[in-house]
């Protein structure tokens, strides 16, 4: 196989093939024991969590216990009507962040909203926000909030203003955001290198195997270099000779292995991701969805990768993801096709707009045409038929639970953007009653608003999701609006607002 590159910039010269950290996956024997986790279902009373994840969980609640204690301090009788100080770990409140989608508005909402939560802010802590963050147990994310949470996570947990700006006692550089995602150096003087190394490592991946390659990649391994370690300095842009080559070659499952996690100082992490499936029926919700509410919703941890819904309930370990399975049990194994910036990148990459679109960003000289054009060009020969605006990944739930799984005959699944099933918020596994989580915080950065604000629109559509998988199966918080016109005027948009404080008191209902 051949694959041509651009011309190579002279300062992409000086690294040699050693030198640099790869993208591309790799083939691996398989173990013998049967990787497909099977999760069960409410309806058949036999659900269970990832053990990884129980244990997790387990370990970092009693930091939250004691973050808790802290932060609500002297107020605690004022919110609270027990004691706190005389709970066990499994009993007090289990809170979790939900980080909504949004590109870098999303984002940037995102972080200085943690910021404020968080107990190194001092005058955060004054006020009385500064505490939660560390007193939560779980963190969700997906699209531009997943670039909060696996920046946070891989960059050992910082002071989110750290992470954003900077800091060079503690050895981050921030996010450099004001170098352009495609045309960075100054006047974007570095662009040709730039380029060059992407389409190396894409290059590198494609090469390894039969490895799709798709914009999904290219918009990865571009945000890799803003939130993921590997970046130290503006002028690293311009070569992958950098340490890691910009995490070229770090993988989202490689988390396990940080101290951050291996101390459960972070909420645990889930990232949730839809699919552009060929098999789901009934329509959009809304006017801006892409994806029917019918359609499975994905989750991955650094643990595993799969889904709760009641049509899968399967899960396969993310370091294994790229293998080839067929009714539950591996036949080809491959690791390090988790690419962290892929993960990230795939739960952001809503490219489909390109194909329905004749917005100039997507479609002008000066919009991502020239870039969708070049992958185009340069991969499309080698995988005929693939579409370039999803993350293809060949798919470990084959011939699982056929008749009732909606991709049970599919080899390949196409990954897209969360949010594209419009649930923004990503709270579904949240209301996952083994989770048992009490409080579900949510910072919605969605604009559906002439002024950029939340309609409470993703959070319907979730409670219309509920609605739709068989009964039981997750509980929205109720009461709740039935429209968005209700919602917006109520001024729900406007101010933080508490819902499903009047809902269920018995166990099997009371969450969260």
Same mark, same amino acid.
């Given at each position: 196989m051949v694959v041509l590159f651009p011309a190579v910039d002279a300062v992409s010269k000086a690294a040699s093939s050693s030198q640099i950290a790869t993208y591309a996956p790799v083939y691996e024997t398989c173990p013998a024991a049967n990787l497909i986790r099977r999760a069960g279902t409410p309806q058949t009373k036999n659900q269970t969590l990832d053990p990884n994840e129980v244990s997790y969980v387990a370990s970092r609640r009693k930091l939250a216990k004691s973050s808790l204690q802290k932060w609500l301090g002297k107020n605690a009788s004022a919110v609270y009507s027990g004691k706190i100080d005389e709970l066990s770990d499994d009993d007090i409140p289990k809170l979790a962040v939900s980080l909504s989608g949004g &590109? @870098? *508005?999303? +984002? /940037?909402?995102?972080v200085a909203a943690l910021?404020?939560?968080?107990? *190194? &802010?001092?005058? #955060? $802590? #004054?006020?009385? =926000?500064?505490?939660l963050l560390q007193s939560s147990t779980y963190m969700t994310a997906l699209s531009g909030g997943s670039y909060v949470?696996? #920046? /946070?996570m891989f960059n050992g947990f910082p002071r989110p203003s750290d992470l954003v700006f900077g800091n060079s006692a503690a050895g981050l550089p921030g996010w450099q955001l004001d170098? #352009? =995602?495609?045309e960075p150096g100054p006047s974007g003087e570095y662009t040709s290198a730039f380029e060059h190394d992407i389409f190396y490592d894409l290059g590198a991946k494609r090469s +390894?195997? &039969? @490895? !799709? $390659?798709?914009?999904?990649? =290219?918009?990865? *391994? +571009? =945000? +890799?270099?803003h939130f993921l370690p590997g970046t130290s300095n503006v002028s690293s842009f311009a070569t992958n000779a950098t340490a890691g080559n910009h995490a070229a070659s770090l993988t989202y499952s490689s988390a396990t292995n940080l101290g951050i996690w291996q101390n459960h100082t972070m909420p645990f992490p889930i990232v949730l991701i839809d699919v552009n499936s060929p098999n789901v029926h009934g329509e959009p919700f809304g006017d801006t969805g892409s994806i029917p509410l019918t359609s499975v919703v994905y989750e991955l941890t650094p643990y595993e990768f799969g889904s709760y819904d009641p049509q899968l309930a399967? @899960? $396969? !370990?993310t370091q294994y993801l790229g293998s080839t399975f067929k009714g539950g049990y591996q036949e080809t194994c491959v690791n390090k096709f988790d690419n962290a910036g892929l993960m990230v990148g795939t739960s952001s990459c809503d490219f489909n707009i390109y194909n329905v679109t004749d917005n100039p960003a997507w479609t002008s000289p000066d919009?991502?045409? !020239?870039l969708i054009a070049e992958i185009n060009e340069t991969f499309y020969q080698y995988q005929p038929g693939q579409e370039m605006d999803v993350t293809g990944v060949t798919n470990p739930f084959y011939q699982i639970n056929v008749g009732t799984y909606q991709d049970a005959n599919e080899t390949a699944l196409s990954l897209m953007d969360g949010s594209l099933d419009v649930e923004n918020d990503p709270i579904l596994p949240l209301l996952?009653?083994?989770r048992a989580v009490d409080v579900v915080v949510v910072l919605d950065s969605s604009g559906e608003t002439s002024y950029t604000k939340p309609d409470g629109l993703s959070l319907l559509a979730t409670q219309e999701k509920a609605k739709i998988l068989p009964e039981g199966t997750v509980n929205f918080p109720k009461p709740f609006p039935n429209t968005t016109d209700e919602f917006m005027s109520l001024g729900l948009n406007a101010r933080p607002v508490f819902f499903g404080c009047d809902g269920p008191t018995n166990a099997e209902d009371a969450y969260p």
């Amino acid at each position: 196989m051949v694959v041509l590159f651009p011309a190579v910039d002279a300062v992409s010269k000086a690294a040699s093939s050693s030198q640099i950290a790869t993208y591309a996956p790799v083939y691996e024997t398989c173990p013998a024991a049967n990787l497909i986790r099977r999760a069960g279902t409410p309806q058949t009373k036999n659900q269970t969590l990832d053990p990884n994840e129980v244990s997790y969980v387990a370990s970092r609640r009693k930091l939250a216990k004691s973050s808790l204690q802290k932060w609500l301090g002297k107020n605690a009788s004022a919110v609270y009507s027990g004691k706190i100080d005389e709970l066990s770990d499994d009993d007090i409140p289990k809170l979790a962040v939900s980080l909504s989608g949004g &590109n @870098f *508005r999303a +984002a /940037m909402f995102n972080v200085a909203a943690l910021e404020a939560f968080d107990d *190194r &802010n001092s005058t #955060s $802590v #004054s006020n009385g =926000l500064g505490g939660l963050l560390q007193s939560s147990t779980y963190m969700t994310a997906l699209s531009g909030g997943s670039y909060v949470s696996t #920046s /946070m996570m891989f960059n050992g947990f910082p002071r989110p203003s750290d992470l954003v700006f900077g800091n060079s006692a503690a050895g981050l550089p921030g996010w450099q955001l004001d170098q #352009s =995602l495609f045309e960075p150096g100054p006047s974007g003087e570095y662009t040709s290198a730039f380029e060059h190394d992407i389409f190396y490592d894409l290059g590198a991946k494609r090469s +390894a195997g &039969n @490895f !799709p $390659v798709t914009f999904c990649d =290219l918009w990865g *391994r +571009a =945000l +890799a270099y803003h939130f993921l370690p590997g970046t130290s300095n503006v002028s690293s842009f311009a070569t992958n000779a950098t340490a890691g080559n910009h995490a070229a070659s770090l993988t989202y499952s490689s988390a396990t292995n940080l101290g951050i996690w291996q101390n459960h100082t972070m909420p645990f992490p889930i990232v949730l991701i839809d699919v552009n499936s060929p098999n789901v029926h009934g329509e959009p919700f809304g006017d801006t969805g892409s994806i029917p509410l019918t359609s499975v919703v994905y989750e991955l941890t650094p643990y595993e990768f799969g889904s709760y819904d009641p049509q899968l309930a399967a @899960f $396969v !370990p993310t370091q294994y993801l790229g293998s080839t399975f067929k009714g539950g049990y591996q036949e080809t194994c491959v690791n390090k096709f988790d690419n962290a910036g892929l993960m990230v990148g795939t739960s952001s990459c809503d490219f489909n707009i390109y194909n329905v679109t004749d917005n100039p960003a997507w479609t002008s000289p000066d919009g991502f045409q !020239p870039l969708i054009a070049e992958i185009n060009e340069t991969f499309y020969q080698y995988q005929p038929g693939q579409e370039m605006d999803v993350t293809g990944v060949t798919n470990p739930f084959y011939q699982i639970n056929v008749g009732t799984y909606q991709d049970a005959n599919e080899t390949a699944l196409s990954l897209m953007d969360g949010s594209l099933d419009v649930e923004n918020d990503p709270i579904l596994p949240l209301l996952n009653k083994k989770r048992a989580v009490d409080v579900v915080v949510v910072l919605d950065s969605s604009g559906e608003t002439s002024y950029t604000k939340p309609d409470g629109l993703s959070l319907l559509a979730t409670q219309e999701k509920a609605k739709i998988l068989p009964e039981g199966t997750v509980n929205f918080p109720k009461p709740f609006p039935n429209t968005t016109d209700e919602f917006m005027s109520l001024g729900l948009n406007a101010r933080p607002v508490f819902f499903g404080c009047d809902g269920p008191t018995n166990a099997e209902d009371a969450y969260p």
